[in-house]
């Protein structure tokens, strides 16, 4: 498939960064991402990547927080484009889709759409966001695609201070997950649904019950050191074929993602967020991932987009 043919809102634009030469020695992103399309894959190299950026903060407004997280696509790409690139995969960039006022949910069927289509043709799918809304329409994309209608065991693994499960009268960056679920069930399947950082504070009560109801697996930001994190997904990962990797940005402590429509006041450090992204890579079984709640407008000195960029750096290595 040509990246250039997908259905689109705003189309790809060439990437700019600093130029310190033309050499393979020399490169970085913005001289690795092709505005139209991968190039041809050698089977000796790991398979091509596609970016796409979901531009939306419609559920985050209808969840009450803080927006501007729509402009979070352009954000990292302009974090990503100036970072030394020491991967082997080709990386293509199909564009943008934009949520327009409140039309939330043709946004997502939109994006969902597009990604069936990349995932399909073997692309490892990327989205930035936007706030978490774009979470359902990643699910869509994914539950869409061949590998799960051929019975693909899918597994969802959210690195998130927050479960995402709210019942509201209208879909928002805080019901995904519960979302998905119900999509699941009307597919005659289980969510296979997994949090890393859970902030008890900021969940309530008939949130926990909501995740235990759904057998949300799920680990509390106080008890994420490096060595239960690694056991939690480790464990995670034997249940599951493909993963669904998301990431919003609010896991992190404030000081290390202050640019976010809710930011932690405790947190997962950074490192051990790295390390969840190298073991979901090693496995073999990451099939998609997305950025969530990245908001410019909050960004002190692009710490979050700084970090935003850094993580997909490493998942894509």
Request: charged residues 20%; aromatic residues 6%.
């Amino acid at each position: 498939m040509n990246i250039s043919s997908l259905a689109v809102d705003v189309p790809p634009t060439q990437w700019t960064g600093r130029n310190d030469g033309d050499s393979p020695t020399h490169r970085r992103w913005w001289q690795t991402v092709s505005a139209t399309a991968a190039p041809a894959v050698d089977a000796a190299l790991p398979g091509p990547a596609a970016l796409i950026g979901f531009r939306s903060d419609a559920g985050v407004a209808r969840n009450l927080g803080r927006t501007g997280a729509a402009g979070g696509p352009s954000a990292i790409r302009a974090a990503l484009g100036s970072l030394a690139f020491h991967g082997s995969r080709s990386v293509a960039d199909a564009g943008d889709i934009v949520v327009t006022g409140d039309e939330l949910e043709a946004g997502q069927a939109r994006l969902g759409t597009a990604l069936t289509s990349m995932l399909d043709d073997g692309y490892l799918t990327v989205v930035l966001g936007g706030g978490h809304e774009t979470a359902f329409a990643s699910y869509l994309g994914v539950a869409g695609t061949a590998a799960v209608a051929n019975g693909a065991r899918l597994g969802v693994l959210n690195l998130d201070a927050h479960f995402d499960l709210r019942d509201a009268p209208a879909p928002s960056s805080g019901t995904p997950f519960r979302q998905m679920a119900h999509a699941e069930a009307a597919a005659d399947r289980e969510l296979n649904y997994a949090v890393v950082g859970i902030s008890e504070p900021n969940n309530t009560g008939a949130l926990f019950e909501t995740a235990h109801e759904l057998d949300v697996k799920y680990l509390l930001d106080e008890d994420c050191s490096a060595e239960r994190t690694h056991a939690f997904v480790d464990s995670f990962l034997e249940t599951v074929d493909i993963v669904y990797l998301t990431i919003d940005l609010d896991v992190l402590p404030a000081e290390t993602a202050p640019g976010v429509s809710a930011p932690a006041a405790y947190g997962v450090p950074l490192p051990v967020i790295v390390a969840v992204c190298r073991q979901v890579a090693a496995s073999g079984k990451l099939f998609h991932f997305d950025v969530a709640e990245l908001n410019p407008e909050f960004d002190i000195d692009n710490r979050t987009a700084k970090v935003a960029a850094r993580l997909i750096d490493t998942l894509l290595r």
